[in-house]
C-alpha cells in the first residue's frame, strides 16, 4: 500500500516537533517515512502546500463535542481549544501564521466560530471580524509563548529599569513567561465585553480616501 496523505501530514508535524518550522522539508519528510522524496510531492506539490495540509490538520478536533451551547462560553470555549491545538506543537503558531490554509478543518472553525455569533444577534461585520480579531490574538500570543519556550524573555528587568523606564518597570510582573493563559483570558475578555459597542459603530467605517464615513452593515 501506498503512502497516504494522512500519514504525511503526520509525519510533518513529528518533523516540526523535532526539529522546529524551520526544518521542515520535503526530503526531511520524506526521510522521516522512509520514503523518496517524489513520494512526498506526489501529495504536496510544495513547502508551502505541505505546511497548509499540517496547519490544517491542526483544527481538526477543535469542534468535536460537547461544546457548550450557549453565548459567550461557545466562543471562549473553541478559542481556547485553537490556541491548545497551536500550543500542542513546537511552532505550530508561527507555522499556522504563515500560510493560508482554505481547508476543510480550518473552514469548518472559522465557520462555527462566526456562527457562533450569528446566532448570539450580531451582524455579519461583527462576526467576521470578532472571529479575526480573536484568531490574530491567538496566533500572535501563542507565537510569542512557543518564542519564549526556546528563548529568554523578551525583556529583562535590566533592560528596563525604573529610572528611564518608569511604566515598563511597574508592569513587568504582569507580562512573563508564567502570564500567557492570563493574559489570552484577559484579551479574549475584552473583544467579548466591546462586542456590544462595535455593533453601535456598525455605520462608521473609512472610505478609499481614508475618510471616516458610512459604509454598510456587514
Not at 501530514?9 to 526544518?23: F, K, N
Not at 490544517?56 to 457548550?68: I, M, N, S, T
Not at 500570543?141 to 511604566?167: F, I, N, S, V
Amino acid at each position: 500500500m501506498g503512502t497516504t496523505r494522512s500519514e504525511i501530514v503526520d509525519a510533518t508535524l513529528a518533523v516540526l516537533d523535532e526539529h522546529g518550522l524551520d526544518g521542515v522539508t520535503m526530503r526531511a519528510v520524506a526521510a522521516r517515512l522512509g520514503v523518496q522524496h517524489n513520494t512526498v510531492r506526489w501529495h504536496a506539490s510544495s513547502k508551502g502546500r505541505l505546511l497548509e495540509l499540517a496547519s490544517d490538520e491542526l483544527l481538526a478536533h477543535c469542534l468535536d463535542e460537547p461544546l457548550p451551547e450557549a453565548f459567550p462560553d461557545r466562543l471562549r470555549e473553541l478559542s481556547r481549544r485553537c490556541r491548545t491545538a497551536l500550543l500542542s506543537h513546537r511552532d505550530a503558531a508561527r507555522m499556522v501564521a504563515g500560510v493560508f490554509a482554505a481547508e476543510p478543518h480550518t473552514l469548518r472553525y472559522a465557520d462555527t466560530v462566526i456562527a457562533t455569533l450569528l446566532a448570539a444577534g450580531h451582524s455579519p461585520r461583527t462576526a467576521a471580524w470578532t472571529h479575526w480579531s480573536i484568531f490574530y490574538l491567538t496566533l500572535g500570543l501563542t507565537q510569542e509563548q512557543q518564542a519564549a519556550q526556546e528563548t529568554a524573555p523578551a525583556l529583562h528587568p535590566d533592560q528596563a529599569p525604573a529610572a528611564d523606564y518608569p511604566a515598563l518597570a511597574e508592569v513587568l510582573p504582569y507580562v512573563g513567561p508564567d502570564s500567557f493563559d492570563q493574559r489570552f483570558e484577559f484579551a479574549l475578555g475584552l473583544i467579548i465585553a466591546g462586542l456590544s459597542r462595535a455593533e453601535g459603530s456598525v455605520g462608521q467605517g473609512t472610505d478609499a480616501d481614508g475618510d471616516v464615513g458610512s459604509i454598510p452593515a456587514g
